[in-house]
Nanobody, 124 residues
Framework: QVQLVESGGGLVQAGGSLRLSCAAS????????MGWFRQAPGKQREFVAA????????YYADSTKGRFTISRDNAANTVYLQMNSLKPEDTAVYYC?????????????????WGQGTQVTVSS
């Protein structure tokens, strides 16, 4: 079992930055691929970024590549999402998720555990 708790969301102006954190409980965190997803009102949940547990390879959606950075600290049982150059279209509830997979999935249904989400609002 893995329990996930996100934090770090908030209101920021366009062009600003935020750093999301996802704290995990459970001794097996280090063997889970971790992903970030987001869901805006009226839209489907979409992939944002993911990081493997084997070699820390990272994967990004085209819309976030070059602006967002995912990282993990296995000693602290935490995964991070550094978001720079934020745009109004980045406004959404952001979720972290854990998958028992060597290669992090891009599809939400392949993840085993989810956090409760944290709201990110980017004003224009």
């Amino acid at each position: 079992q893995v329990q996930l708790v996100e934090s770090g969301g908030g209101l920021v102006q366009a062009g600003g930055s935020l750093r999301l954190s996802c704290a995990a409980s459970g001794r097996t965190f280090s063997t889970y691929a971790m992903g970030w997803f987001r869901q805006a009102p009226g839209k489907q949940r979409e992939f944002v970024a993911a990081i493997s547990w084997t070699d820390y390879s990272t994967y990004y959606a085209d819309s976030t590549k070059g602006r967002f950075t995912i990282s993990r600290d296995n000693a602290a049982n935490t995964v991070y999402l550094q978001m720079n150059s934020l745009k109004p279209e980045d406004t959404a509830v952001y979720y972290c998720a854990a998958a028992a997979a060597k290669i992090p999935p891009r599809r939400a249904f392949e993840y085993d555990y989810w956090g409760q989400g944290t709201q990110v609002t980017v004003s224009s």
